[in-house]
């Protein structure tokens, strides 16, 4: 079963607009970890926030994760026409001596020029 | 550093036929990753492994066999393909996980896999 799951399912935004997507996970974690996709590309990696932690920051991004309410959201701020892409939010849990990441649906991101 | 390579990029298989999807990783990870990615949904994991040698199995297993015989190296195999394993397969590799490491995954381009 997915784990996560984004929130919204797409959103489109002028170039300029800060987006923001939301991820809700069911279990406990160790991190929570977000990916980027392009069209018809592997998923890279973009920022990780560990459970006790409840903001990061790397250049236009911004995360955020609540424990409490099993929830992250990632915030990109002044958004460009590359930003165009889908976002996967990654639930990361250790369990029997491995270590698993479980991916929601993502968000699709577009960003008008 | 080529990072993680997959072969073959495309495939077209009918239904019955084998095949094995190869993945390379020159990054010395321990640990290395098969999933399935279906229009509309994330990736689900297929089968992973933690070290040479080693294989497990994750979501959703049946129908595929692993296996890890170099530790740079992890092959996916389809012994009898079936129509719903029409899907894009990414491979991925991270380091072992330990507290305070960064656990993140580096991805192939994946394999996009028609089955008819």
């Known amino acids: 079963s997915q784990q996560g799951e984004e929130d919204p399912q797409a959103l489109s935004i002028q170039e300029g607009e800060n987006a923001t997507m939301n991820c809700s996970y069911k279990t406990s974690i160790n991190n929570l970890q977000w990916y980027r996709q392009n069209s018809g590309r592997g998923l890279v990696h973009l920022i990780l926030i560990r459970s006790n932690e409840r903001e990061k920051h790397s250049g236009r991004l911004r995360v955020t994760l609540d424990t409490s309410k099993k929830s992250s959201s990632l915030l990109i701020t002044a958004s460009r026409a590359a930003d165009t892409a889908s976002y996967f939010c990654?639930?990361?849990?250790?369990?029997?001596?491995?270590?698993?990441?479980?991916f929601g649906k993502g968000t699709k991101l577009s960003v008008i020029p | 550093n080529a990072g993680v390579t997959q072969t073959p990029k495309f495939r077209v298989l009918k239904t019955g036929q084998s095949m094995t999807l190869l993945c390379a990783q020159d990054?010395?990870?321990?640990?290395m990753y098969w999933y399935r990615q279906d229009p509309g949904m994330g990736l689900r994991l297929i089968h992973y492994s933690v070290g040479e040698g080693t294989t497990a199995k994750g979501e959703v297993p049946d129908g595929y066999n692993v296996s890890r015989l170099k530790k740079q190296n992890f092959l996916l195999g389809l012994e009898s393909a079936a129509p719903s394993q029409t899907s894009v397969y990414f491979c991925?590799?991270?380091?072992?996980?330990?507290?305070?490491?960064?656990?993140?995954?580096?991805f192939g381009p994946g394999t996009r896999l028609l089955v008819l």
């Open positions: 990654a639930a990361g849990n250790s369990g029997a001596g491995s270590y698993q990441l479980t």
């Open positions: 990054m010395n990870h321990e640990y």
């Open positions: 991925a590799s991270s380091y072992s996980w330990r507290e305070g490491f960064q656990e993140t995954q580096y």
